[in-house]
């Protein structure tokens, strides 16, 4: 990591990109309000700390040898005026700000009419965000793959379904997407894209996805230690794309015999990714229980452990979904979860941080 | 299972007991406001439940081959009045009530000055109850073993100083009883018997505990799931002993690679024992983390998640304790955690049960 | 499933497929010595049953409702001539067959010279085909990531000294794919293209490799039940692509505390698959052991378990190696490995079977 | 550790010895056929070891800082001539030596009759050494517990028969005491006492069985590393006792979804193990996968792996048993196991050690 001196000039910051270059690392250059740091992308072992430390308007030149540096707390910390917190914008929507963010919706889209009916639900229900699911990744080839799996006709239908009614009610979209094919495609119609469990390990979508520059919901895979889950997040951010929102959203229950959740919540990877990192952390429940019955306990849980936001899957009809339907509520429910996840994080929020 | 008509006569409860007796099983006469439920202790599928239906006074006879059936919801209900939870009393402290109760002290008691000093600090933190170890499972037998290691009389010592230490504070004690042969001696001294999370699966134990008719706290093995916890918590029931309070403390990290917690705290427990069984449920976010700078946030989570009260390890100086120190809080410490649990339980109790 | 008479012609066999497609399902027609088999892919809950048993020619048909019906011992049983296993053939290489197969070469590809030497190497001591990596998945982005890393002519360098080295010492050659973008370059280069561990649950770069009807080694996610497995492997068998060769290599280790490899070695894996399926299991003991001390043991352990062959780094000097070098062993150790399996095969091999 | 001179007298020796009580720690004296090695029980890092190392008779005193060294590799090779394994002798029995041994019987003595008929089948079929359970650890407290579990006449009693039936068939017994109070009476009747895979935690128990100074069979918790595993073996040489044989049974399953056995067997823990420690490795395959039909296999995989042997529940109506009919297999399938395992054992013996 490079740190310039408070008055570096634009040629100065140049140079050492160059001089970077040269030894076949690619340079993040990370312009705060006071300070410009630029971060080493690659093996730095292979580079002339004491050389670089020379040059015009720099400060200090460090070697950072961890797997996530250019997400890590303290690259944040020297680049954004000291900010321990960096929150990602999303419209007019501000994930990781004072305020919880809600991502609501269906599991999968099944029809235009399933969609508007549940995004008008969960608007009124408080929640901020829309996400449907087009691209489903499912552990049976012969299951319902969502509309994408019927073709990337039907699949673009879906998305432009998903950014119409996204318009309509007012709410910045996500959808998950699965394989780099999709990546152009979904990047056309959507605000947030989401990079599922199943994917986290899957490095060449990460760095597709995040060269689109858009803000990204990284999911942790159900087998990743966090130092995992922090290291493929900077996948993405070594495409220079920093506005990355992280998700908990359970692992393997490793508790022999019967465990009564799909899988094990891991609550305190949230205050655990807030220490290490600047990114904001939301949680997902209604994976992370598979229940109905637990969303409103653990989604208060999340928040008093520090969640940014939740992610809650919501029907109008759980029983009649095509997908994941034990673990969706009503928009009626979700708006009890709002609220009393709201009362919590007020008392949380003066507290903390 | 069977249940008594409302007005059985005692006689009438004696004759089904020894009736149950004939075919090799023990009974537990359950005793509620309105109705008396007898369970059958034992391998259900050798009694004749058809005969027992005929017997007087019975109204209802049914097999239930559960491995938890003693400590279950449905039987609880059935035989306490329709009520969904037992609260365990200690002393005048109430266990799963309307206020949250929280047990707190050092890991292990290294000298009456400092057991006392740290008594003396968690009580005035807002601590309910005074814990200290004896008897320390550890992982390596060259390891200080807490003073029961270095034989029964200072066992029995650090024992009377912790019924002192609990007398003058006004905070009943508890203490963890890792073999048979303490057994007797620690409940001569303390108000409620442990059982920790290495010993969950020692059904020996479980019983001599349970056969003392005192409050067990019961922890979670770190390799079980909930069910097989709940199915070890039975040998206590079966003793006739359920002032059982479970406990949640962490279960081995599964994810690959870097956790940075010492276990998974699984914080969903919580509710689906509450939802499972009649009984109360603790968490201890000192062992489930291992890190001081965790208890705060997971305090607030279990709270969130429903605890009814956390074990957590205190320490006037941490850095001086011979066992756990870097997962321990000040007194001061544990006074935040308490204010800020208080105030998230103050939101929780209205909306829940 | 629908089962086709003895004498069923093309014409009625043509008939069934598009009655199938009718209902929106894909249709995998097996023609096996006797007997045509046609399995559905997709959700046969939606087809009639009673009406594809009318159809001409058809013996019978029934659902099968499992994730993975394609690969099943029952499915491979009914189509082909009663056969439980059906070797896959790479050149003049037999999978599965009576003989052992070895495959062996550098974890990572980095220089001509030094792919050579290790392929002669491997040649001399026993080895069938030729591994080297191109695409490396790497938990950190700062990472050697292969040669394929400093982008696809480099990639395609690597490649192309594969192949030669194939060609010149007669061993067909493998290396894994990473991306979707990375599967019609390699497919013009290789004869076995590889699923690495993490990529398991890419079901979209699963389908495209499908495609390529090239036989495919699949390997296990370190985090992934064997059913899980199975399923994802028939996203592959979904593209009529049913020359797959599953290879064990490792779960995540679950212990509490210090493990000593670097994942578990689930050898009763390999014959779960085989009573499960009619496909060829490899083992990985480089990846699943992470140590190049237990190479021997563990290899003869996963041939006594009934692996039909190995898959093992080797390379001539492993403390040189960029990637994995504690894993690595020489030619000359590999040919300790490859002799006495050999032996042990051949105790096993009349046995069983 | 402190190594004594080769010439060292009783004298001197008892001299270190009283020293070392001087700073609260036992010793443990190691006599091998050239050398004198003392071990220190406790934490030695309150040792003066620069004192001790002036001691007459004193060759190198060192501190030794690990949870498990009197087990040790290294400690054995000092104090026993070198030798790189310590094999146990139990009757005219060597574990650990040139020969397999194989312990089998059946899952639990349910009558004396029961008992002699298996053992008669699996003498004849090549056992060693004849298993019965007693005691048996059960997760339900409704369920057959064994024996043991209708009071300690009838466990008496079915120890009796399991002497009688070792003496009959010139076979030495083993059998799991599961608690504190079972440790006596079980002492006066077999040759071998077992701590099962979840009593392992229990220190107490292994503590109280050590002292017994009787050889002892030691199971891996499915919840342990193996770092744990030998920390907690630890226990019993702590108490002089070092006639302990290791047994790895499976752990807990991690991968999601269904995994088809009943734990993971963990193979590489055999030739681990053999690294760390002077102590000989058995395996057991019964209860590790759960199935008959996979006994076979993976009996052969262990022994290849390096086992020193084997228990393999048995039983000639495994249908009829009472508990874990699904795992036992019968006499002559027995037969069968054992004499593949021995060629598989011929193949590995010259080539390791």
Redesign the interface.
């Known amino acids: 990591m490079i740190v310039m001196k408070a008055g570096a000039t634009d040629t100065e910051i140049q140079n050492v990109v160059e001089e970077i270059h040269k030894y076949g690392l690619a340079a993040d250059v990370s312009r705060g309000e006071f300070r410009t740091v630029i971060g ?5 072992r292979k580079a002339p700390f004491s050389h670089f430390a020379l040059l015009p308007g720099v400060k200090e030149a460090m070697m950072i040898d961890t ?3 250019l997400i890590s707390k303290e690259y944040g910390k020297l680049s954004d005026s000291g900010n321990e917190f960096r929150p990602v914008k999303v419209g007019n929507i501000t994930v990781g700000g004072d305020e919880l963010v809600y991502i609501a919706g269906p599991c999968a889209i099944e029809s235009k009419q399933q969609l508007f009916k549940i995004a008008e639900g969960v608007k009124r229900a408080g929640a901020h965000i829309l996400r449907g699911g087009v691209f489903k ?8 793959q969502g509309l994408g799996g019927n073709g990337m006709e039907e699949a673009e239908e879906a998305l432009s379904w998903l950014r119409e009614a996204g318009d309509m009610y007012e709410m910045p979209v996500i959808t998950e997407v ?5 990546v152009d495609l979904t990047a056309r119609y959507v605000d947030i894209m989401q990079i599922g469990s ?2 986290m ?5 990460a760095s ?1 996805i995040g060269r689109k520059q858009k803000p990204v919901l990284f999911k ?10 922090l ?2 997040a ?2 993405i951010a ?1 495409e220079g794309n920093k506005d990355i929102i992280m998700c908990e959203r359970g ?11 799909r899988y ?5 990877a ?3 990714i807030q ?2 990192t600047f990114l904001p952390v939301l949680a997902d429940p209604s994976h ?2 598979g229940r109905r ?2 969303i ?3 989604s ?7 969640a940014s936001g939740l992610m809650i899957e919501s029907h109008y009809d759980p029983k009649e979904a095509l997908v994941d339907g034990s673990q969706m509520i009503t928009p009626d429910e979700l708006k ?1 979860v709002i609220d ?1 996840c709201n ?2 994080h007020a ?2 929020s003066p ?2 941080r």
């Open positions: 080493l992308v690659g093996d730095e797997p996530y540096k990744p499912r552990s049976s080839v012969h299951s319902f699965r394989g780099e094919t999709q199943r994917n390990y899957d490095q060449d979508l597709a942790r895979h159900f087998g990743a230690g966090i130092e995992e889950f290291s493929f900077e996948y070594a692992i393997i229950p490793v508790g022999k015999g019967k465990n009564f959740t094990t919540f891991d609550l305190a949230i205050p655990v220490k290490e992370a229980t019955d637990l409103f306990s653990m208060c849980a999340a928040v008093a452990a520090g009890e009393a009362r919590v008392i949380m507290v903390k």
